[in-house]
């Protein structure tokens, strides 16, 4: 039960955008630009991007964004779709490229303690073909993903446990992107 009326039943941060539209809008123009359009020069695909926010979500032991991400990679990746849950569960041995890899050990690090971001750990990532781009937006898709976790559990957000509830989330922003709720009356 969320720790707030939000006099809506929209689970997550969908929930949290209806109540308060004016910054919701703001948060999900973030996640369009981090998860759809990204850095000009960014070779990330959208899959990898949703993989990316869904381990940064499950580092950081959230369900909701965890799961509806997760499953919005899992429908970007179509017939790939089970490395999704190969990444979450062991991404060292996850069949996700070299760069991929190098990538969500910098993700990692920006979820637990952005300072041990170091130039080695950058290096590798460059060295597996990362681009200045797919650094910057790893960055900020873990960064942004920290700070969205934090307000979907901060808030004790409703966050389903019906693994259906996801794939019809994860099929709606993986065609339709982020997309504004329409906001509830208050």
Known sequence: MPH????????????????RPDTGQHLYNLAQALLRAGSPDS?????????????????NCTDFCRNSHAAAARYLYGEQRDLVDATLTAPESAPISPKLRALLTIAERVATDA??????????????????????DTVQIAA???????????LATLTP??????????ERMGTLGYITPESATR
């Open 161 to 170: 446990t019906d693994p259906a509830a996801y794939d019809a989330m994860g």
């Open 144 to 154: 942004s993903f920290c700070m969205f976790n934090r307000y979907v559990d901060g």
């Open 4 to 19: 707030i009326q939000l006099n809506n039943d929209a689970p997550g941060i969908r929930g949290l955008a209806m109540y």
């Open 43 to 59: 070779t990330l695909t959208n899959a990898e991007r949703e993989l990316i926010a869904a381990y940064v979500s499950s580092q």
């Open 115 to 136: 300072r041990t971001v170091s130039d080695d750990v950058v290096a590798a990532a460059r060295a597996e073909g990362a681009a200045d781009g797919d650094i910057h």
